[in-house]
């Protein structure tokens, strides 16, 4: 089983990022992905999450300016970070659930001018 995020890096305020994670190794279609993240300091949160039949939820604090979406076809889920704040700055990470849950090795996201 593999997770691999991508796309994470350096970006000023109000910019744009689009993560990637690609999974392999398990039946990609049957789980739930979600997006994590954790800032220094900072207990682990949920960002966003997307079901098998594609509804989403989010954090308040992503509303609006971020957006999950999956490629069942590619076994890959994203995050499209729009409008990102330097309070986003932390290393996120890709989670698969269903009867089990795998993780990625992450991705740094820094927000800074």
């Known amino acids: 089983v593999q997770l691999v995020e991508s796309g994470g890096g350096l970006v000023q305020p109000g910019g744009s990022l689009r993560l990637s994670c690609a999974a392999s190794g398990f039946t990609f279609r049957r789980y739930v992905m979600s997006w994590f993240r954790q800032a220094p300091g900072k207990e682990r949160e949920l960002v966003a999450a997307i079901g098998v039949g594609g509804s989403t939820n989010y954090a308040d604090s992503v509303k609006g300016r971020f957006t999950i979406s999956r490629d069942n076809a590619q076994n890959t889920v994203y995050l499209q970070m729009n409008n990102l704040k330097p309070e986003d700055t932390a290393v996120y990470y890709c989670?698969?659930?269903?009867?089990?849950?795998?993780w990625g090795q992450g991705t740094q996201v820094t927000v800074s001018s």
């Open positions: 989670r698969a659930q269903y009867s089990v849950a795998y």
